[in-house]
């Protein structure tokens, strides 16, 4: 049974991933800072479990060394790791502080969490995936990476380098895919904070982009940057 490791996992895209995950058989480790929330997610993940499979959830921030080595071990528990999900990220400073106003102690924050920690969990998985027959990472970007939004200097800058890091990873490492994914905006409690007051009630919710991502990582495309979009059922028909 295939095994995946998914970060900040306790509400929003995350979470929705984790059951989809189980749904089509996957055994998956799950964390978040807070554990009552990923109590309720692992609750629900293991509704979805197809027999014989498993979820561990491991409450703690993937800012800490300690935390993420617990992670890794419990993969190897579940007998060893083909998909790491690297989804826990920090918005920053709210509301949305101009670059010449940033604060550095929360930029320091978002690097650690954003850039600093999948590297780390990477690290930490590699001799594990390396043994795997279809290895895989997934960083979750967003565009704020490309386009220059005014206030999101901090996240959007945090997640650039995430993305550039996947790319030389995937170079550096051919047989693992290497996939860095925009969801788009999503109706989450992360893109509420970063529009304290407005209607979200537009954006999609996480459990629609779900499918997307799960044809890409059954799909196996090469290893690169995408957006969820490209791999929705239409734009799958229309590439055939």
């Known amino acids: ?20 995950l189980a749904d089509l058989g996957w055994s998956v480790v799950i964390d978040a800072r807070h554990a009552d929330e990923l109590a309720e997610a692992e609750a629900e993940v293991l509704e979805h479990l197809a027999p014989g499979g498993s ?8 800012s800490d060394a300690g935390h993420r080595r617990d992670l890794v071990a419990a993969a190897a528990r579940l007998g060893g790791l083909d998909l790491l999900v690297n989804n826990a990220s920090d918005l920053g400073a709210t509301p949305l502080p101009s670059v010449a106003a940033y604060p ?3 930029l320091r924050r978002v690097f650690e969490v954003n850039v600093v920690a999948p590297v780390a969990l990477v690290q930490e998985t590699a001799s ?28 959007g800058s945090s997640k650039a380098a995430l993305d550039h890091v996947g790319a030389v990873l995937a170079a550096e490492e051919p047989g693992i895919a290497v996939w860095t994914v925009d969801p788009g905006d999503m109706r989450t409690r992360m893109h509420q904070d970063a529009f304290p007051g407005e209607d979200i009630s537009d954006r999609p919710l ?11 990582i ?3 495309p090469s290893s690169g940057r995408y957006r969820a979009t490209d791999f929705e059922p239409s734009a799958t028909t229309a590439q055939r």
């Open 1 to 20: 049974m295939r095994v995946a490791l998914v970060t900040g996992a306790s509400r929003g895209l995350g979470r929705a991933l984790a059951v989809g």
């Open 55 to 62: 979820v561990i959830a491991l409450a703690g921030d993937v």
């Open 104 to 106: 550095l102690d929360a």
């Open 128 to 155: 594990l995936l390396r043994l795997s027959a279809t290895p895989a990472v997934v960083n979750v970007t967003s565009d704020a990476s490309v386009e220059p939004y005014e206030g999101w200097g901090g996240y």
């Open 206 to 216: 996480p459990e629609t982009v779900v499918p997307a991502l799960l044809s890409m």
């Open 218 to 220: 059954e799909r196996r």
